[in-house]
């Protein structure tokens, strides 16, 4: 089946600091991939739709200077937390959709800012 | 607005019991529904969705239309299928998904 990867799984950072989250396809294209945040015992909240050779969709409320988002190719997604401060410490999720919409989700990764 | 509601945090069942977690939903047009698990420290995966009409692991779910819900339904639980579950939305622009906050249903002997 459809694999989305995401690395680091765990990162710490100093407050202001920049940290860049990685997310790939593995084993199929996505033209489409989606970055989500997760507070803790909450649900996933939709923070961008990011598109293939073109600037990303941002949800009202997520500033998009402090999360860049890069979708260079049809497997990579990158997530830039720019200038990381201890209330952006979260669990980031991306998912990948393939041809048919269908969105594979990556495993997390963890964001603590000291 | 699109909005996908879980009325329960927490559902616990003994095995063997029914299995009934509850989804509504509020949307205007047709959207896709779907079910979404995220078992013990693993990713989250899709279990079903309406438009497949099919049965995975033995849990079902209807689309209904009327009462705007799209509850998952299991006649006998098992341990194994404790873990959370989430309801899902998207939108006729098959865009992002709009999660409901989750239920964990807890399965115990």
């Known amino acids: 089946g459809a694999v989305v990867s995401q690395h680091p799984s765990r990162v710490i950072c100093k407050s202001g600091t920049s940290v860049k989250i990685e997310c790939r396809s593995l084993d199929f294209q996505a033209t489409t991939m989606f970055w989500y945040r997760q507070f803790p015992k909450q649900s996933l909240m939709l923070m961008a739709t990011s598109n293939e050779g073109s600037k990303a969709t941002y949800e009202q409320g997520v500033e998009k200077d402090k999360f860049l988002i890069n979708h260079a190719s049809l497997t990579l997604s990158t997530l830039t937390v720019t200038s990381a401060h201890p209330e952006d410490s979260s669990f980031y999720i991306c998912?990948?959709?393939?041809?048919?919409?269908?969105?594979?989700f990556g495993p997390g990764t963890r964001l603590l800012v000291l | 607005a699109q909005r996908v509601t879980q009325p329960e945090k927490l559902l616990s069942v003994f095995k063997g019991a029914p299995v009934e977690l509850k989804c509504n939903y509020s949307?205007?047009?047709?959207?896709?529904l779907f079910w979404y698990v995220q078992y013990s420290r693993q990713r989250l995966q899709l279990l079903l969705r309406h438009i497949s009409r099919e049965s995975i692991k033995g849990f079902t779910a209807d689309l209904n239309k009327g009462e705007t819900s799209f509850h998952l339904k299991k006649p006998f639980a098992q341990e194994e299928d404790s873990a959370m579950y989430y309801c899902a939305l998207r939108d006729q622009a098959g865009t992002a998904l709009i999660f409901g906050k989750g239920t964990t249903l807890s399965v115990s002997s």
């Open positions: 998912s990948a959709a393939d041809r048919a919409k269908t969105q594979y």
């Open positions: 949307y205007s047009g047709s959207p896709e």
